[in-house]
T-cell receptor, first 112, second 114 residues
Framework: SQQGEEDPQALSIQEGENATMNCSYK?????LQWYRQNSGRGLVHLIL?????REKHSGRLRVTLDTSKKSSSLLITASRAADTASYFC????????????FGKGTKLTVNP | DTAVSQTPKYLVTQMGNDKSIKCEQN?????MYWYKQDSKKFLKIMFS???????INETVPNRFSPKSPDKAHLNLHINSLELGDSAVYFC?????????????FGDGTRLSIL
């Protein structure tokens, strides 16, 4: 069954603006990962955040995790047209198998 | 240099046929995966192998049979293809098995059943 749900399903912004995507999940996790998928390509790993971490940064990316609300957010600052892609969160299940469960993604369009 | 490569990129075939998809990774990883992404972009794991041994086998019809001749290769054979098998199939790898491992994906095989 699906664990992560991204919100919104689609987001359109202008270059230079910030983009925020959210992920909610149902059961307790050990880790949460964010991936990017450009059209016609495979997924690319962006960042992994552990359940005992609250925030993580990588370049223009900032990920937060709130385990009490079972949610995570991905913020892309100063967006560029090249950031246009679908973004997925992937979660595991605490005490469950080793597999990752992906959400349906947020489709981000950055207009030049 | 492509890290995870899949062949073919496109596969168009008729219902009832048997087909194979090949995957190779040159990252030196121990673990490989097959995922299926449907038309709504929902990505679901099918199988995972660690060093040639099957470790994850989701509820996939037994028409799908993975084979790992060595830890750098994971192939997927599909018998008696059905319309519902139309999807994009992704191969991925990670250094080790486990939920805390980033996964590296190939660019997918787009399977269309006529």
């Amino acid at each position: 069954s699906q664990q992560g749900e991204e919100d919104p399903q689609a987001l359109s912004i202008q270059e230079g603006e910030n983009a925020t995507m959210n992920c909610s999940y149902k059961t307790s996790i050990n880790n949460l990962q964010w991936y990017r998928q450009n059209s016609g390509r495979g997924l690319v790993h962006l960042i992994l955040i552990r359940s005992n971490e609250r925030e993580k940064h990588s370049g223009r990316l900032r990920v937060t995790l709130d385990t009490s609300k079972k949610s995570s957010s991905l913020l892309i600052t100063a967006s560029r047209a090249a950031d246009t892609a679908s973004y997925f969160c992937a979660t595991d299940t605490q005490g469950g198998s080793e597999k990752l469960v992906f959400g349906k993604g947020t489709k981000l369009t950055v207009n030049p | 240099d492509t890290a995870v490569s899949q062949t073919p990129k496109y596969l168009v075939t008729q219902m009832g046929n048997d087909k194979s998809i090949k995957c190779e990774q040159n990252l030196g990883h121990d673990t490989m995966y097959w995922y299926k992404q449907d038309s709504k972009k929902f990505l679901k794991i099918m199988f995972s192998y660690n060093n040639k041994e099957l470790i994850i086998n989701e509820t996939v019809p037994n028409r799908f049979s993975p084979k790992s001749p060595d830890k750098a290769h994971l192939n997927l054979h599909i018998n008696s293809l059905e319309l519902g098998d139309s999807a994009v199939y992704f191969c991925a790898s990670s250094q080790l098995p486990g939920r805390n491992q980033p996964q590296h994906f190939g660019d997918g095989t787009r399977l269309s059943i006529l």
